[in-house]
């Protein structure tokens, strides 16, 4: 069944239109893509109700075996199909081609391939016991699925972290309604037609587009037959998330904010330092919730650190996504762009030294209508300033030396986030003693973004609730049931 043009809703197997409609726009040029159908609250009941049938249909019967053999073939599909993903990627987020064909595409793949292998691999416990009357009993745990699950993404990484929750999601057994950010529609509407093509059952995997707050996100939130929420965004986002699942006690698995600290001891090597906190700081023009926006050097390195950051920064090209060689790209949208550059106004204004950026870049007249920001980076803010503060989720970051280890541990925790850090120092006992006192999720050592998927992954604080990643999924796709034989 062909699609029709723009993007439509994804419901019970078959493509569904809306009257409501709203622009999806390239933001490296501000082009219309196409139209994206916005889902009604009866659309929405619909995509749950097909979600719901699909438990007790075929999906509910299948085996494991059959069920991760299914899995296998969406990776297979979504490479099958590899440079229309990119394609599709690079046009909703305006991400260079080199991300989104090394890592947004690839690991939507894998995300599937990886829960196919757990599912299959892990096992349960059992007990045997002597009952009050002297008789034995054996307890023994299953596995079985939560049921329906609601999936609301967020627009940095689309496909990537949305199939995060759909892999583990539907290789645990439940069914999804998937609501991909209103930026970024593409790559979940591409899902489904691979989901059709390897013959995933009708109603498995829906797809309702629209936005949040009294748009399809709130729809799927408050409708009382979803079993569970995983969401990923905004930490105020988050909480209307969380406020909504509360009522019928839903469980929420959530990946949220994180305004992360990159720690650089004088005794690093400089140059992967240089290297990393770049990176960490200015990859997908710093629309990565694990990404470093500020950043604390040992002093007697500090100059160097910075002008070498510098040189970094503006080594940067800004240009056209789809050529190979651009490692820069807009932000998601205009209205994301006038939040960061409130930022760059607010940071002049507080009297930050700007190191370099601050603005806009002059771009080629094809792209003069794009999202583009200057990467940046400041110094001489004090930690009580809304730049250390907030996660601004743009392509900048704060510079500020320090001197001691307690200093840096107690500068880095001093936050309401507690996502990810990243630690550059040669000496072992400082890395692990990091990893140690560091109030964080994830804590890389002279690495950023280095992802096992076997670990779990998630944050501390404000940053989520839960962990994600290899067994760790199974806890929140899957409710155990405790079986007790008397014998
Ligand atoms: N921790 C992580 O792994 C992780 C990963 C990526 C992004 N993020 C965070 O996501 C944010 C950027 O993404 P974003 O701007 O799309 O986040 P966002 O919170 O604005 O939106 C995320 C999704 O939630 C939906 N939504 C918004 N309000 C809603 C409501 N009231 N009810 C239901 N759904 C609602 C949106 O339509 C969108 O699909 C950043 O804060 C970033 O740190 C975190
Ligand atoms: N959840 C993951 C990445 C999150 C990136 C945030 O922007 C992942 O790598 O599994």
Same mark, same amino acid.
């Given at each position: 069944?062909?699609?029709?043009?723009?993007?439509?809703?994804?419901?019970?197997?078959?493509?569904?239109?809306?009257?409501?409609?709203?622009?999806?726009?390239?933001?490296?040029?501000?082009?219309?893509?196409?139209?994206?159908?916005?889902?009604?609250?009866?659309?929405?009941?619909?995509?749950?109700?097909?979600?719901?049938?699909?438990?007790?249909?075929?999906?509910?019967?299948?085996?494991?075996?059959?069920?991760?053999?299914?899995?296998?073939?969406?990776?297979?599909?979504?490479?099958?199909?590899?440079?229309?993903?990119?394609?599709?990627?690079?046009?909703?987020?305006?991400?260079?081609?080199?991300?989104?064909?090394?890592?947004?595409?690839?690991?939507?793949?894998?995300?599937?391939?990886?829960?196919?292998?757990?599912?299959?691999?892990?096992?349960?416990?059992?007990?045997?016991?002597?009952?009050?009357?002297?008789?034995?009993?054996?307890?023994?745990?299953?596995?079985?699925?939560?049921?329906?699950?609601?999936?609301?993404?967020?627009?940095?990484?689309?496909?990537?972290?949305?199939?995060?929750?759909?892999?583990?999601?539907?290789?645990?057994?439940?069914?999804?309604?998937?609501?991909?950010?209103?930026?970024?529609?593409?790559?979940?509407?591409?899902?489904?037609?691979?989901?059709?093509?390897?013959?995933?059952?009708?109603?498995?995997?829906?797809?309702?587009?629209?936005?949040?707050?009294?748009?399809?996100?709130?729809?799927?939130?408050?409708?009382?037959?979803?079993?569970?929420?995983?969401? %990923?965004?905004? @930490? !105020?986002? *988050?909480?209307?998330? &969380?406020? /909504? =699942?509360?009522?019928?006690?839903?469980? #929420?698995?959530?990946?949220?904010?994180?305004?992360?600290?990159?720690?650089?001891?004088?005794?690093?090597?400089?140059?992967?330092?240089?290297?990393?906190?770049?990176?960490?700081?200015?990859?997908?023009?710093?629309?990565?919730?694990?990404?470093?926006?500020?950043?604390?050097?040992?002093?007697?390195?500090?100059?160097?650190?910075?002008?070498?950051?510098?040189?970094?920064?503006?080594?940067?090209?800004?240009?056209?996504?789809?050529?190979?060689?651009?490692?820069?790209?807009?932000?998601?949208?205009?209205?994301?762009?006038?939040?960061?550059?409130?930022?760059?106004?607010?940071?002049?204004?507080?009297?930050? %030294?700007?190191? @370099? !950026?601050? *603005?806009?870049?002059? &771009?080629? /007249? =094809?792209?003069?209508?794009?999202?583009? #920001?200057?990467?940046?980076?400041?110094?001489?803010?004090?930690?009580?300033?809304?730049?250390?503060?907030?996660?601004?989720?743009?392509?900048?970051?704060?510079?500020?030396?320090?001197?001691?280890?307690?200093?840096?541990?107690?500068?880095?925790?001093?936050?309401?986030?507690?996502?990810?850090?990243?630690?550059?120092?040669?000496?072992?006992?400082?890395?692990?003693?990091?990893?140690?006192?560091?109030?964080?999720?994830?804590?890389?050592?002279?690495?950023?973004?280095?992802?096992?998927?076997?670990?779990?992954?998630?944050?501390?604080?404000?940053?989520?609730?839960?962990?994600?990643?290899?067994?760790?999924?199974?806890?929140?796709?899957?409710?155990?049931?405790?079986?007790?034989?008397?014998?």
């Amino acid at each position: 069944m062909t699609r029709p043009a723009g993007f439509p809703n994804f419901i019970d197997g078959r493509w569904v239109e809306s009257a409501r409609r709203f622009e999806n726009r390239n933001p490296a040029d501000n082009s219309l893509i196409g139209m994206v159908s916005e889902a009604s609250r009866a659309d929405v009941d619909a995509a749950v109700r097909a979600a719901r049938a699909a438990l007790d249909g075929p999906w509910g019967k299948m085996s494991i075996a059959k069920r991760a053999e299914l899995m296998h073939a969406v990776a297979d599909g979504i490479m099958a199909r590899f440079d229309e993903f990119v394609a599709a990627e690079v046009a909703d987020t305006g991400k260079p081609y080199a991300m989104a064909s090394h890592l947004d595409v690839p690991r939507g793949a894998a995300n599937f391939k990886m829960f196919a292998d757990v599912v299959k691999n892990v096992a349960t416990e059992s007990f045997e016991m002597v009952a009050p009357d002297g008789g034995d009993a054996l307890n023994y745990a299953v596995r079985v699925p939560k049921g329906v699950i609601g999936v609301i993404c967020p627009w940095n990484l689309p496909l990537l972290l949305m199939t995060w929750k759909v892999g583990p999601a539907l290789a645990c057994g439940n069914t999804v309604v998937v609501k991909p950010s209103e930026e970024t529609p593409a790559t979940a509407a591409l899902l489904a037609e691979v989901m059709n093509e390897v013959g995933v059952p009708p109603g498995v995997y829906n797809v309702v587009q629209g936005h949040g707050q009294d748009s399809a996100g709130a729809f799927l939130t408050a409708h009382p037959d979803v079993d569970a929420y995983t969401f %990923t965004g905004e @930490t !105020g986002t *988050g909480e209307a998330i &969380m406020a /909504a =699942a509360a009522r019928g006690i839903r469980p #929420v698995s959530m990946e949220l904010g994180g305004k992360n600290p990159g720690i650089v001891f004088a005794d690093c090597d400089f140059d992967a330092a240089v290297a990393g906190i770049l990176r960490s700081a200015f990859f997908n023009s710093g629309q990565v919730c694990l990404g470093t926006e500020r950043v604390y050097v040992q002093r007697p390195i500090f100059e160097r650190f910075v002008a070498a950051l510098k040189a970094g920064a503006e080594a940067m090209r800004p240009g056209d996504p789809n050529d190979k060689d651009t490692n820069f790209g807009p932000l998601v949208s205009q209205e994301h762009r006038g939040k960061v550059l409130g930022y760059y106004r607010r940071a002049a204004e507080e009297g930050a %030294t700007v190191v @370099t !950026g601050g *603005g806009v870049p002059d &771009m080629p /007249a =094809a792209l003069a209508n794009g999202a583009w #920001v200057q990467p940046t980076i400041w110094t001489g803010l004090p930690e009580s300033s809304a730049l250390i503060r907030e996660e601004i989720f743009g392509p900048c970051c704060h510079v500020a030396p320090f001197d001691t280890e307690e200093q840096a541990v107690a500068l880095a925790n001093d936050t309401r986030y507690g996502l990810a850090a990243t630690v550059w120092t040669k000496d072992v006992g400082t890395a692990h003693r990091m990893g140690k006192r560091l109030k964080v999720g994830i804590c890389w050592i002279n690495s950023w973004f280095l992802r096992d998927l076997r670990t779990a992954f998630g944050g501390a604080r404000q940053s989520g609730i839960g962990r994600e990643g290899g067994v760790h999924s199974l806890e929140f796709y899957t409710e155990l049931r405790n079986v007790c034989i008397k014998l």
